[in-house]
Nanobody, 128 residues
Framework: QVQLVESGGGSVQAGGSLRLSCAAS????????MAWFRQAPGKEREAVAT????????TYADSVKGRFTISQDNAKNTLYLQMNSLKPEDTAMYYC?????????????????????WGQGTQVTVSS
């Protein structure tokens, strides 16, 4: 099992940046698929970015490509989400998640139900 704790959320103006962190503990997190999801009020939880640490393969939602970057630090067992050029529509609760399920193509899934481990979430609010 792996435990996940997010931090780094906050309130920013449109065009600003934030970096979210997700500290992992309890298991060798490099064998997991790691992902950032977000959920806005009244909307479904959606995958923002995924990272299979072992291969270094990443995926991004179309809405964040070119603005968000997922990365990790093995020495710190920490996953990051660098968010630049933030927009009001990025406002949501952001969650870190992990799963041992890997797609046949070697990428992490974007399907929420396949993720077994979740952090408590960190709020990101972007004002116009």
């Amino acid at each position: 099992q792996v435990q996940l704790v997010e931090s780094g959320g906050g309130s920013v103006q449109a065009g600003g940046s934030l970096r979210l962190s997700c500290a992992a503990s309890g298991d060798t997190y490099s064998k997991y698929c790691m992902a950032w999801f977000r959920q806005a009020p009244g909307k479904e939880r959606e995958a923002v970015a995924t990272l299979y640490i072992h291969y270094g393969s990443t995926t991004y939602a179309d809405s964040v490509k070119g603005r968000f970057t997922i990365s990790q630090d093995n020495a710190k067992n920490t996953l990051y989400l660098q968010m630049n050029s933030l927009k009001p529509e990025d406002t949501a609760m952001y969650y870190c998640a992990a799963t041992l399920t890997l797609t046949a193509s070697g990428y992490c899934s974007k399907v929420r139900q396949l993720y077994n481990y979740w952090g408590q979430g960190t709020q990101v609010t972007v004002s116009s």
